[in-house]
Structure formats: structure tokens, C-alpha cells
């Protein structure tokens, strides 16, 4: 059964950083995309980043130059380095994976979310 675990979220200073970390086990046979997305109450889930097994980035307008996503294929990790935090990036961090299974299925699996606070 695949499980998305993240951690590293918390509560920090505008101007100050956080690491994201999301490991991805369980019945996995491959992985390729992976990535972030971020969720404040009331609103839409909204993609912050995303990686290919390739390397490709993109990321949202709002955290570009500020946020960087990487990856090890090796445990199936994703990150998401945050710095120069504002207190707009507060929000409930998910980390996503699309996956092959050994069940020879091809889909998107979603951590339980981490929240990140960030205060004025």
C-alpha cells in the first residue's frame, strides 16, 4: 500500500526557512512526477511545485526565486526548500506522487499534509 510521509513543517518568521520532506514507500515499482501543493482553509488546493523523474521544474509565479524542489530517487524523496517565507505561504503542505504500483497501476497518491505558519 503506498504511503506519502512528510515532514519539516512548523511555525517561523517571515524572512526565515523551512526544508519539506516527503518519502514515498510501499508498493511502489516506479515513480515520476512528484511535488508540492498548498491549502489554506476555504480556498482551492493550489500546486506550488512539481519535479519529473527527468528533473523538469515549474513552479507557481508566487514562489519562484524563493522555493526550490528536489528530488532523490533513491527512497523515492521529494523536497521543498522554502526561504525568505511570507506570511501569505501559510498553508497545509501536501506533497504528491504519481506512481506505478506492483499491482501494474498507474496513480497519484497524496501525503497527510504538514502545516506551515508564518508569522509577521
Known amino acids: 500500500q503506498v504511503q506519502l510521509v512528510e515532514s519539516g513543517g512548523g511555525l517561523v518568521q517571515a524572512g526565515e526557512s523551512l526544508k519539506l520532506s516527503c518519502a514515498a514507500s510501499?508498493?511502489?515499482?516506479?515513480?515520476?512526477?512528484m511535488g508540492w501543493s498548498r491549502q489554506v482553509p476555504g480556498k482551492q488546493r493550489e500546486l506550488v511545485a512539481n519535479?519529473?523523474?527527468?528533473?523538469?521544474?515549474e513552479y507557481a509565479d508566487s514562489v519562484k526565486g524563493r522555493f526550490t524542489i528536489s528530488r532523490l530517487d533513491v527512497g523515492n524523496t521529494v523536497y521543498l526548500q522554502m526561504n525568505n517565507l511570507k506570511p501569505e505561504d501559510t498553508a497545509v503542505y501536501y506533497c504528491?506522487?504519481?506512481?506505478?504500483?506492483?499491482?501494474?497501476?498507474?496513480?497519484?497518491?497524496w501525503g497527510q499534509g504538514t502545516q506551515v505558519t508564518v508569522s509577521s
Open positions: 504528491n506522487a504519481a506512481v506505478v504500483t506492483t499491482s501494474l497501476v498507474f496513480d497519484y497518491f
Open positions: 519535479i519529473t523523474r527527468g528533473g523538469d521544474v
Open positions: 510501499g508498493g511502489i515499482i516506479g515513480v515520476s512526477a
